[in-house]
């Protein structure tokens, strides 16, 4: 196996163990395709899903098989006419029996941190959704807490900036300055360390890189 490869699955090994003592239910995955393709098995016949904004979604895949699902009930923002729809939408998501999403960085020892302007994701995470489904690269494996909120503000933030044409420090500069600017992206910081409802949350770990 190639080494980098082998890196990934070992380390996917170690992480998996560690989710399994937080009542998080790890899975891991070569490809994308695969991963998308268990991530879709969880779905039942007239099941409501909604999900938040993510690279990983799109580059994986997994936003095509939503949207072409013709048996789900998709709460797709891209649909609304104005900001209200917008709103309505972010409210119904947090309803779904389903919710879609990746994470800012995951730790070693099993621990997700995520990073948001607005905090819808990380609201849906938190509660509301029967299950939230998390696909990630393993791009986004990091040693511990203190190196995950550095990879979302450092490697994550200011890609993510350009991609939302923020006017932050970060978009313009590629460097964090621990800003309160308009438009912050980092105005809402969640650890998740323990799912209290045994398997709500699933996380699905790919060998390949995608997102930021």
Known sequence: MEPKKQYYRNLADTILKNLEKRQMEGYYFETAAEAVKKA?????????????GSMTLSESGMMDALVNNPDITLFDRSKARNAEETKE???????????????????????LVN????????????????????L???????????????????IAAPPNGNRLNKETPCAITGVCKDCLSPGCMCSHTVITRYCGTPGRIKILLIGEELGY
Do not use: H, Q, W
């Open 40 to 52: 879709s098995s969880f779905l039942t016949p007239g099941c409501s899903v909604g999900f938040g």
């Open 136 to 154: 990630a690269g393993m791009n986004k494996a990091v040693r511990n807490v203190e190196d995950a909120v550095s990879r979302v503000r450092n």
């Open 89 to 111: 939408i972010y409210r119904k998501c947090l309803t779904a029996d389903y919710f879609f999403m990746s994470t800012n960085a995951i730790t070693a020892d099993g621990e």
């Open 115 to 134: 990073i948001d302007g607005n905090g819808n994701r990380l609201a849906a995470l938190v509660y509301g959704p029967e299950y939230v489904i998390i």
